[in-house]
């Protein structure tokens, strides 16, 4: 999407330029400043390169996690920053090269474009991404660790914001901590000896760690939860230094400090859905005789639709209602075999 923002942007740049020459003069100046060869390739070039640098700002400055944990105000800042460092590396590009029959205009329309453009999808998308958490679509489910007064006011933050994209799933007991405070909570579900159970259990995404607990326990947590894949944070104390190295978020005015983030394998999920698509594609294209025969000896032998809808337990546990694959079809017509042979025998 940046990509095609920028590729986009300068386009639109380039009409403009057009649009603001005279009538008389603009045929020749889209040959001598726009198609000319080397202002052509190198203006490519340069949008390239453009395009290249300001993917790696945005990554640097964390624009594309796919959690939003800063503010609106603090990502559009981020936004214009990472476009306007970009612009400027873009104009110095230009000195050095000594481009000077390419329109500064055009370069000055492109970077004010990218700015107004990228930050305005990014707010359109933080936007549609709150829906969805508020629908408690895409949520993630967290245990606390911990039963104290820091335990309790996140759980209510999580409670009240539902929009930051948390679902709270229970509290874990510390040993050492206050008995009455975990009396007083009423939900908690566990100890640190059943944590990952319980974790697999509620299809747990991420656990905060609220409470002072051992070093050594915390570094046992801490390689469990790398083996299970599931985020880890402490809402701190610094615990021994373990947290020296460990970048600060913010979830809403809590400090947190993460010690593993799950990184998504997205080009590995990429290559299983298209073969998904592929194989299952293929595959109903040469059943697809069968399928008929199948769904006529259903409808001649059974009342109702050839197809049904039943429940499937899905990703997190999620009850869905699909359409039963081909084995249920033949299950059913095996069945009906078996009768009207029995039906003949006898």
């Avoid at 340069?46 to 993917?55: G, N, P, S, Y």
């Avoid at 309790?152 to 007991?173: E, P, V, W």
């Amino acid at each position: 999407m940046d990509v095609l923002t920028v590729f986009g942007s300068a386009v639109l740049a380039a009409i403009y330029e057009m649009h603001e020459l005279q009538a008389a003069s603009a045929k020749g100046a889209w040959h001598g400043l726009l198609i000319h060869d080397r202002s052509k390739w190198i203006l490519l070039v340069l949008l390239c390169c453009f395009c290249v640098t300001l993917i790696h700002t945005s990554r640097r400055l964390s624009l594309y996690a796919p959690k939003k944990l800063t503010s609106y105000l603090h990502e559009q800042r981020l936004s214009a920053q990472a476009s306007l460092s970009c612009g400027l590396l873009l104009a110095g590009a230009l000195y050095i090269l000594h481009a000077g029959d390419i329109p500064r205009r055009i370069i000055l329309v492109t970077v004010g474009l990218v700015t107004i453009c990228l930050s305005l999808r990014r707010f359109v998308y933080r936007m549609l991404l709150h829906r969805d958490f508020k629908r408690g679509i895409g949520n993630r489910n967290v245990l606390i660790m911990g039963t104290g007064p820091d335990a309790q006011a996140l759980r209510y933050s999580f409670d009240k914001f539902r929009q930051r994209g948390y679902t709270f799933k229970g509290f874990i007991g510390l040993p050492g901590t206050d008995s009455r405070d975990a009396a007083a909570c009423g939900d908690v579900i566990g100890s640190v000896d059943t944590l990952f159970q319980e974790a697999d259990r509620n299809f747990v995404d991420e656990i905060f760690v609220t409470a002072p607990c051992d070093r050594q326990i915390l570094k046992d947590i801490l390689e469990e939860a790398q083996i299970h894949g599931v985020d880890l944070r402490l809402v701190p104390d610094l615990h021994g230094g373990l947290l020296w190295n460990s970048p600060i978020e913010y979830i809403g005015q809590f400090i947190t400090l993460p010690l593993n983030c799950s990184e998504l394998a997205e080009g590995k999920l990429l290559i299983k859905r298209v073969l998904d698509i592929a194989v299952s594609s293929i595959a109903l294209l040469f059943l697809a005789p069968l399928c008929a025969v199948i769904a006529l000896a259903i409808k001649w032998d059974s009342k109702g639709p050839i197809f049904y809808l039943s429940e499937r337990i899905g990703k997190k546990g999620r009850v869905r209602r699909f359409v039963p694959r081909a084995t249920d079809f033949i299950q059913k017509v095996s069945i009906l075999v078996r009768r009207r042979f029995n039906c003949h025998c006898s």
